[in-house]
């Protein structure tokens, strides 16, 4: 495993640029090297400056996006166009607004049978990337309590080591009890970059347990993300990583 890199910006705003940047570099490279970029999208709320970023000049005519293909990190169990839903803050911020074309949407189905949604996600990855391949980006974000994805903590899809996705219901997660669906830590660690976006305050306190404090990743599951192959890429600003703006 290489060392992570944290890089350490002043603001939210700062970190969606950055993020836009290198998600448009890790897109060329990849569609240089094998033709196509496939990236997992993170939920949440920290995402959607970078979104609309890459949504706007020069970076919607700079990605060619017939050759991008979007998965997701993981899903609240509810209907695409319910107000909770990943996917419908991913449509409405980014997807709605390039030319990628609607199958290259690999969308989680939170609105069947949460163990079948799991499962179908699951063999589709399984059917796109092999036994033992991986996705080009896996975009994710830090909950204050450590989650990623929706790996949050004590839950059981910590402990899942040969499943690519999971579905598993979460007794505190950030939208109440709920069913999720999620990418497991085996699968994200295939991934030739992770990279998290962490803004503000809140997550200071979780930051520096999972940086540097004792490896605990059942109560922190954000440790568990430890690409085997790949690189680790923190984007933070200064609230969250508990420094003064000057
Ligand atoms: C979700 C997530 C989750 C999110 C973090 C950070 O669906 O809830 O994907 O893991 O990324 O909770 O969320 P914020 O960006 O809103 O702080």
Not at 16 to 36: K, M
């Amino acid at each position: 495993m290489n060392t992570p890199e944290i890089k350490v910006v002043p603001t939210p705003a700062a970190i969606a640029a950055e993020a836009a940047e290198r998600f448009a570099v890790a897109c060329e490279a990849a569609i240089a090297e094998q033709g196509s970029f496939s990236v997992a999208l993170s939920g949440g709320s920290t995402p959607k400056a970078m979104h609309a970023i890459l949504a706007t000049e020069p970076y919607k005519s700079r990605i060619d996006w017939a050759k991008v293909r979007v998965f997701f990190g993981d899903e609240r169990c509810v209907p695409p166009d319910h107000a909770d839903s990943n996917y419908r803050m991913a449509h409405e911020t980014l997807l709605s607004k390039v030319p990628i074309p609607l199958d290259n949407v690999y969308r989680m189905p939170g609105e069947i049978d949460p163990a079948e949604a799991g499962m179908r996600y699951d063999q589709e990855l399984n059917d796109l990337f092999g036994p033992a391949g991986g996705l080009d980006l896996c975009l994710l974000g830090l909950g204050d309590d450590g989650h990623t994805a929706s790996l949050f903590p004590h839950s059981s899809a910590l402990s899942e080591t040969t499943r690519s996705c999971v579905a598993h219901y979460v007794e505190k997660s950030t939208t109440g009890k709920s069913w999720r669906i999620t990418l497991t830590a085996s699968f994200i660690n295939r991934s030739r970059q992770a990279m998290f976006l962490v803004a503000g305050a809140g997550k200071a306190k979780a930051l520096q347990a999972i940086l540097e404090g004792e490896r605990d990743p059942d109560q922190f599951p954000a440790q568990l993300i430890v690409p085997t192959d790949g690189k680790l890429t923190w984007i933070i600003d200064v609230a969250a990583a508990a420094m003064d703006a000057d």
